[in-house]
């Protein structure tokens, strides 16, 4: 779950470093959607690794960071492609009240 909460990130960095560093019209369009592909079906397999349990792991601390980050950063809106990580979210935020309060304001 590391791992993958990792790859997601990066491709999450590559699409932000694309739109912060190029201008608009130097974008790569094609190139951001592949990455946004990377980030949804890397959301899709967290959502299915994520139905067996919420514990306090490596990769589920991973999988939470890159959650909150995906949503600030406005990637995708990974709360109506995948509605069932707004409860395990919830549920880790539960288990590490630290986390939800290291959450940006």
């Known amino acids: ?8 990130m990066d491709a999450g960095v590559a699409m932000v470093l694309e739109t912060v560093l190029r201008q608009e019209q130097f ?16 959301i899709d397999a967290i959502a299915a690794l994520a139905e067996r ?4 792991d490596h990769g589920s601390i991973a999988a939470a960071c890159m959650l909150d980050w995906t949503e600030f950063r406005q990637l995708i809106d990974w709360r109506s ?11 880790f935020n539960d288990l590490v009240p630290a986390f939800r309060n290291s959450a940006p304001q």
């Open 1 to 8: 779950t590391q791992a993958l909460a990792d790859g997601i």
């Open 27 to 42: 974008r790569f369009a094609d190139w951001l959607d592949f990455q946004r592909g990377k980030i949804e079906r890397g």
């Open 53 to 56: 349990s919420c514990t306090v």
């Open 81 to 91: 492609r995948q509605p069932a990580l707004v409860g395990w979210l919830e549920a």
